[in-house]
């Protein structure tokens, strides 16, 4: 089993404005037209799971869904999505152990964990094995941070660096344990 993150950050850890606003991930729009990893990032799961908030972000972007793989949101507040998604994306409710059991029991073990909480969340029980970081040199100054306060601290290793196009850089963290 395992529990990743590929996520994008301003420089200062923001992962979105304070309004959600996420236009700053196009402040190098070139970027948009090289590989980044992502489809073999996505490749190698089996299903993303996202909280609330990052779904109703994604779900309102125009166009095809974005998303290979199913998506489960963990939500309490749900009760169901557009009918456009259906058989997309799954709502799933319950304590994060509980919603960890119900995927593997669906034979899901290779996870992407998406959006704020929900990381943090995951973080705060140690259930993070290896986090994709992309880092857009931009300071936002204030929004959606990335981390937030950990029982203890969590060590990972940098097993790869890479810079794209001299302004972006993305880091590959494993978890050492």
Request: glycine share 8%; proline share 3%; charged share 25%.
């Amino acid at each position: 089993m395992k529990n990743s993150v590929f996520i994008a950050t301003s420089l200062d850890g923001f992962i979105a404005g304070k309004n959600h606003e996420l236009d700053w991930l196009s402040t190098f729009p070139e970027i948009d037209h090289i590989d980044t990893g992502f489809e073999e990032f996505t490749a190698r799961i089996d299903a993303i799971l996202m909280g609330r908030n990052t779904y109703e972000v994604v779900a309102a972007f125009e166009g095809e869904w974005f998303y290979q793989k199913p998506v489960y949101v963990w939500s309490s507040s749900l009760s169901d999505v557009p009918a456009r998604l259906q058989n997309k994306v799954f709502l799933i409710k319950g304590d994060l152990h509980e919603v960890l059991a119900q995927l593997h029991h669906q034979g899901f073990h290779k996870l992407y964990i998406d959006g704020g909480k929900t990381i943090q969340s995951f973080l705060k029980e140690d259930l993070i094995d290896e986090m994709i970081i992309t880092t857009i040199p931009i300071l936002l100054g204030s929004g959606i941070p990335m981390f937030g306060g950990l029982p203890k601290r969590l060590t990972f290793e940098c097993v790869k660096s890479i810079r794209f196009l001299d302004k972006v850089v993305q880091n590959h963290f494993v978890r050492s344990r």
